[in-house]
């Protein structure tokens, strides 16, 4: 992977990078955070689906071109699952190799890839069709492409590859690799070259929260407000929120993150 250039990021992006390439785990980091389905994901997972179900914005894009983007998605193949039935073309994007490689081990139905049955047990749920979360997980792995190396912190985050998508989606993401809000600012601006003009980005994350902790390993993150994240948004101008719905926190205070609260949220970028 090529060093970032964070031209306009602080050296504080660059050092939580290298934390991530040094040191995440994604076994336990699932067995931390997605042992069970809680109703955090869930409120996630609700609204993924929803948007890709039933968005009047999402239903006015070509349905026959329509390119997803799942972006700084870890080790978690479940959140573009929603777009499953959306779209035939879901490329995914993440910057630690473990990652990439825990999720072409589930993508090719390896023996030893995490179970995430249970999330699409829970997607399929919120179907009108009858469809089962096994069938949600096969249309996943039809429609996946592949998963790229990424780093928001460069002005193009998906270098050298140039593509742009129809739509970009990331869940707990930019807040964890940054920790000013200038610099979350100027990594939303990267990603948000990816959307083609017209496009959407529908993002999930954490409000309040300073840190987590995945083994021994405590990674920080901004700290956001909803207010700091409409704020964000009105600044750039190239993207207009059309939705931010918001939930107090849910999960135990054992589990090891700080956070106070989550969102979900919509942007479409603008068309000129």
Same mark, same amino acid.
Request: hydrophobic share 35%; proline share 4%.
């Given at each position: 992977?090529?060093?970032?250039?964070?031209?306009?990021?602080?050296?504080?992006?660059?050092?939580?990078?290298?934390?991530?390439?040094?040191?995440?785990?994604?076994?336990?980091?699932?067995?931390?955070?997605?042992?069970?389905?809680?109703?955090?994901?869930?409120?996630?997972?609700?609204?993924?689906?929803?948007?890709?179900?039933?968005?009047?914005?999402?239903?006015?894009?070509?349905?026959?071109?329509?390119?997803?983007?799942?972006?700084?998605?870890?080790?978690?193949?479940?959140?573009?699952?929603?777009?499953?039935?959306?779209?035939?073309?879901?490329?995914?994007?993440e910057i630690v190799p473990a990652n990439r490689k825990a999720l072409e081990s589930w993508m090719s139905s390896e023996e030893d890839a995490i179970d995430w049955s249970q999330f699409f047990t829970h997607i399929a749920?919120?179907?009108?069709?009858?469809?089962?979360?096994?069938?949600?997980?096969?249309?996943?792995?039809?429609?996946?492409?592949?998963?790229?190396?990424?780093?928001?912190?460069?002005?193009?985050?998906?270098?050298?590859?140039?593509?742009?998508? @129809? $739509?970009?989606? #990331?869940?707990?993401? =930019?807040?964890?690799?940054?920790?000013?809000?200038? *610099?979350?600012?100027?990594? &939303?601006?990267?990603?948000?070259?990816?959307?083609?003009?017209?496009?959407?980005?529908?993002?999930?994350?954490?409000?309040?929260?300073?840190?987590?902790?995945?083994?021994?390993?405590?990674?920080?993150?901004?700290?956001?407000?909803?207010?700091?994240?409409? @704020? $964000?948004?009105? #600044?750039?101008?190239? =993207?207009?929120?059309?939705?931010?719905?918001?939930? *107090?926190?849910?999960?135990? &205070?054992?589990?090891?993150?700080?956070?106070?609260?989550?969102?979900?949220?919509?942007?479409?970028?603008?068309?000129?």
């Open positions: 992977m090529q060093e970032a250039k964070t031209d306009g990021l602080s050296k504080c992006v660059s050092k939580i990078r290298d934390l991530y390439l040094s040191d995440f785990n994604p076994l336990e980091y699932h067995s931390t955070f997605y042992s069970t389905l809680d109703d955090e994901v869930k409120f996630f997972l609700d609204n993924y689906h929803d948007a890709f179900q039933k968005d009047n914005l999402l239903k006015s894009l070509s349905s026959n071109k329509r390119r997803v983007l799942d972006f700084g998605c870890g080790p978690v193949p479940v959140y573009a699952a929603t777009a499953a039935y959306f779209t035939n073309s879901i490329t995914m994007a749920s919120l179907d009108d069709e009858t469809r089962t979360g096994d069938e949600y997980a096969t249309k996943l792995q039809d429609a996946f492409q592949l998963v790229v190396p990424c780093d928001g912190g460069l002005p193009n985050p998906l270098h050298p590859v140039c593509q742009t998508y @129809d $739509v970009v989606m #990331s869940t707990l993401c =930019l807040e964890f690799a940054t920790t000013s809000l200038d *610099d979350y600012r100027s990594m &939303l601006a990267n990603v948000t070259s990816l959307i083609k003009p017209g496009g959407v980005l529908m993002m999930a994350g954490a409000l309040g929260n300073t840190s987590y902790q995945v083994g021994q390993c405590t990674y920080p993150s901004v700290t956001l407000t909803k207010e700091d994240i409409t @704020d $964000v948004f009105t #600044s750039l101008e190239t =993207l207009q929120l059309v939705a931010l719905r918001t939930l *107090d926190r849910q999960t135990s &205070l054992e589990k090891p993150a700080n956070h106070k609260g989550i969102f979900f949220l919509m942007a479409q970028k603008t068309k000129k």
